[in-house]
Nanobody, 115 residues
C-alpha cells in the first residue's frame, strides 16, 4: 500500500522560508519520479516542482529560483525548500508520485504566507 505523508507546513511571513517533507512507503522509492503540487483557495491544483529518479528537476516559473526540490533515497523522503515566500504561495501542498497511469497523493500540508 502506497503512502505519502507530508509535513512542515505552517504560517510564515512574506519573505520567510519553510521546508516541506514527504515520507513515502510502499514503493521502491529510488525508482519513482516525485513531485510537489499545491492548491490555493478557490483554484485548481497546480504543479510546483518535480524530481525524477535520476534527480533531474523541473519547476513552475512562479517558484523557479525560490524553491528547491530534493530527495533522499536512503530515507525515502522528498523535500521542498521554499525561500522568499509570497502571499500567492499560500495553499495546501501535496506530495505526488505515479507509476504508469496510477497516481498517488498525500493528504497535504497547509502553507499560509501572511503578515
Amino acid at each position: 500500500q502506497v503512502q505519502l505523508v507530508e509535513s512542515g507546513g505552517g504560517l510564515v511571513q512574506p519573505g520567510g522560508s519553510l521546508r516541506l517533507s514527504c515520507a513515502a512507503s510502499g514503493i521502491t522509492f529510488g525508482t519513482y519520479d516525485l513531485g510537489w503540487y499545491r492548491q490555493a483557495p478557490g483554484k485548481e491544483r497546480e504543479l510546483v516542482a518535480t524530481i525524477t529518479w535520476l534527480r533531474n528537476t523541473n519547476y513552475d516559473a512562479s517558484v523557479k529560483g525560490r524553491f528547491t526540490i530534493s530527495r533522499d533515497n536512503a530515507k525515502s523522503t522528498v523535500s521542498l525548500q521554499m525561500n522568499s515566500l509570497k502571499p500567492e504561495d499560500t495553499g495546501v501542498y501535496y506530495c505526488n508520485t505515479r507509476r504508469g497511469a496510477i497516481q498517488y497523493w498525500g493528504k497535504g500540508t497547509l502553507v499560509t504566507v501572511s503578515p
